[in-house]
């Protein structure tokens, strides 16, 4: 044992200094791989007909719920992530959420990147953030707005 010990002592301390090198300059890049290999392919959700939610999917629609918290709290209230995952995707279902629009003047521009370097998102989530409350918006205007049925009439027109 001693034998190996001496004749590799220098293949070994190497070995182990680059192993230790790398935990103390980079434990932050261990611990992201790390928790992504425990997450990825996860289901963290299923809702409708067995349609599933992975990980990558809810950690953005976390993101964009706080965002919507923290910036539009008095234009829409959320209760959850989980509500305003539902919203979106209704308002998705329903064809309501408008494209991606990449602002031209300058405010529009500055509010983009003051939301995303204040929410610690990226520019891209902002603008998604912006085209799904535009659609949850249509979502419930349209649903304030529309007709109210007794039980009766609702029955009526379901036969007709």
């Known amino acids: 044992m001693f034998k190996f010990l001496r004749k590799y002592s220098v293949w070994i301390l190497s070995f182990g200094g680059t192993l230790l090198l790398i935990a103390f300059v980079a434990p932050d890049v261990i611990q992201r791989f790390a928790q992504e290999a425990g997450t990825s392919g996860t289901i963290q959700a299923r809702v409708g007909n067995g349609e599933t939610v992975g990980y990558k999917e809810w950690q953005k629609n976390q993101v964009e719920a706080q965002i919507i918290d923290d910036f539009f709290s008095n234009t829409i209230t959320v209760d959850s992530p989980s509500h305003w995952f539902l919203l979106t995707r209704e308002a998705d279902i329903a064809g309501l ?45 349209m649903y304030r707005n529309a007709g109210k049925f007794s039980d009766r009439r609702l029955q009526k027109a379901a036969d007709d």
């Not at 983009?112 to 520019?123: C, D, F, K, L, P």
């Open 97 to 141: 959420t408008p494209p991606i629009q990449i602002p031209n003047d300058p405010n529009s521009i500055a509010q983009v990147n003051t939301i995303a370097r204040q929410s610690g998102a990226s520019g891209q989530t902002v603008l998604e953030t912006f085209a799904h409350l535009q659609g949850v918006q249509r979502l419930m205007s």
